[in-house]
């Protein structure tokens, strides 16, 4: 990837970034981790704009070099639906999940901000503190899914491998012991 910057008034082009091997396990995660919803099939009806910026979120997220990576916002927010549809909310969770629709609202371009999002409560640090584990809880079970799928196809690509390599190795036995025994 060549990044132009202007430094100067003048077009400067940088060189290529390194993509670590923790980019690629991030990048892969971006494009195949599933999202990921509160247990029950509640969530199962995703609409497609939502999925549509979940995925667009963790390309970004894929880019930026943090430390603890974090599943999107807007995958918590379905989250948090999902887990609606289950169980009541305490007030807590009630001000994270009106906080997150109206930053996906405004964000997504859907118009006027309805009267119950206009007044939405700051968060407090511990709701910003639930947020962030809800969010690395997401990331961490998504990413998991994509790193077993990983493992798996690798086991499976190598058993393939082997069982090609064990009749070729087979018949260099039977030639060497043929030439040993008329050698």
Known sequence: MIIQQTIQGK?????PTK??????DKLLWAIQGPIIVFPGGWGDDLPEDIKSQIMIDRMITVLKPDDIPLAPEVEAMW?????????????????IY?????KWWIKSKKGDLPDFLQD?????????????RLRQFIFKKSYEEVKRKCQHQQKKSTSKNQKKEIPSL???????????MFG
């Open 11 to 15: 077009a400067v082009v940088s060189a």
């Open 19 to 24: 993509f670590k091997r923790g980019n690629w």
């Open 79 to 95: 989250y948090i639906s999902s887990a609606s549809l289950d169980h009541p909310l305490d007030r807590d969770w009630v001000d």
């Open 98 to 102: 009106m906080d997150l629709t109206k």
């Open 120 to 132: 939405t409560p700051e968060l407090n640090e511990q709701q910003k503190g639930d947020l962030k």
């Open 170 to 180: 087979k018949k260099i036995f039977a030639q060497t012991d043929l030439l040993q």
